[in-house]
């Protein structure tokens, strides 16, 4: 069975700092890995996600994740935190059970971010 | 193109009441699913749906029972309502074509939030 762990329900950065948003996946097969953003009042659109091959995922909004099989994670970073970025994120995994592909969603991260 | 649409957009409903929320994409898309979005819990399957008249439960089915006699159309509906089931719902859809059928990225509406008295 697929799970997520999302460290960190909130975090709050300045604006210009690093963004760093924190998970971590449980797959007994290789995992398919999505990085989700929602902003107030819509619904969610996908940022980034790992496949296959590179293990250096870039996104959109200069957003980039690491697929690192031996820690289990997959992390969300952008260098540079603007203050349209603010929103809540959700790393998801995908896994299928008799071939039927489902999506397991993280509980989220709000990202506050200061000016 | 519209992608995913819900309705309605917010709905009261008192304790025992029953409802429909309707979900309609126009990708041709295969796969939809159902969510509940509550605070701190994430998004968590009710039910999806693999192709025209098949139906499948998620993690938190009970309460909820769905039908999708048309392609493009996925309906979540609430035979009594109970408090327990206030949230913002949200349906999504996805191909399962491609060589990486798991990969493909869920289209997602914009949400229906439900408050039950």
């Known amino acids: 069975a697929q799970s997520v762990t999302q460290l960190g329900s909130h975090v709050s950065v300045s604006e210009g700092a690093l963004v760093l948003l924190r998970c971590n996946y449980s797959?007994?097969?290789?995992?398919?890995l999505f990085w989700y953003v929602q902003y107030p009042n819509q619904g969610l659109q996908l940022l980034l996600k790992y496949t296959t091959g590179a293990t250096l995922v870039k996104g959109i909004n200069g957003f980039e994740a690491e697929f690192k099989k031996s820690e289990t994670s997959f992390h969300l970073t952008k260098p540079s935190a603007h203050m349209s970025d603010a929103a809540e994120y959700f790393c998801a995994v995908s896994g299928t059970t008799s071939g039927t592909y489902k999506y397991i969603f993280g509980t989220g991260t709000r990202l506050k971010v200061l000016a | 193109n519209a992608g995913v649409t819900q309705t309605p957009k917010f709905r009261v409903l008192k304790t025992g009441q029953s409802m429909t929320l309707l979900c309609a994409q126009d990708?041709?898309?295969?796969?939809m699913y159902w969510y509940r979005q509550d605070p701190g819990m994430g998004l968590r399957l009710i039910h999806y749906s693999v192709g025209e008249g098949t139906t499948a439960k998620g993690e938190v089915p009970d309460g909820y029972n769905v039908s999708r006699l048309k392609k493009q159309n996925f309906l979540l509906g609430l035979e009594s309502a109970a408090p327990s089931q206030t949230s913002v719902y949200f349906c999504?859809?996805?191909?399962?074509?491609?060589?990486?059928?798991?990969?493909?990225?869920?289209?997602f509406g914009a949400g229906s939030r439900l408050t039950v008295l």
């Open positions: 797959s007994s097969v290789p995992p398919y």
């Open positions: 990708m041709n898309h295969e796969y």
């Open positions: 999504a859809s996805s191909t399962r074509q491609g060589i990486f059928a798991g990969a493909n990225v869920l289209t």
